[in-house]
């Protein structure tokens, strides 16, 4: 096996934890790439791996497009609100499907669907 090749961990060999990064900072790192500054370089100075910079970049529509929405920019996560006749929907499925079951009908995905 190669000796440069490691895995993603800390000195004591333990797994890296995965950490949030916020809105702020996403946006942060899209003005500097933006601006020309190098990948490797920002990736330095935000102490990250370069592709989590990549995935970053790749991903700016989107920041940049939640940005732009009330919503504050120390939230980490962007989602989408599911709407209310879906919810009801898979919860109105799921009771005939058990009822099914409990009638010992065979459900097939053509049927479900």
């Known amino acids: 096996m190669d000796s440069k090749k ?4 800390d000195a004591s ?6 950490h949030a990064i916020s809105m702020e900072t996403k946006v942060a790192i899209i003005i500097k ?6 990948m490797v370089n ?3 100075a935000y102490n990250m791996d370069r592709s989590t910079i990549s995935t970053i970049y790749k991903c700016k ?12 920019m120390l939230s980490t996560i962007i989602s989408k609100k599911r709407g209310k006749l879906l919810e009801e929907m898979e919860k109105l499925l799921g009771l005939w499907m058990e009822h099914q079951w409990q009638r010992h009908v065979g459900l097939s995905l053509m049927l479900i669907h």
Do not use: C, I, Q
């Not at 490691?6 to 961990?9: D, E, I, L, P, T």
């Not at 790439?33 to 190098?38: M, P």
């Not at 529509?61 to 504050?72: G, L, Q, Y």
């Open 6 to 9: 490691r895995k993603a961990s």
């Open 13 to 18: 060999g333990n797994a890296k934890k995965r």
């Open 33 to 38: 790439l933006d601006s020309g500054e190098k």
């Open 42 to 44: 920002v990736a330095r």
């Open 61 to 72: 529509d989107r920041v940049m497009e939640h940005v732009k929405s009330t919503v504050p």
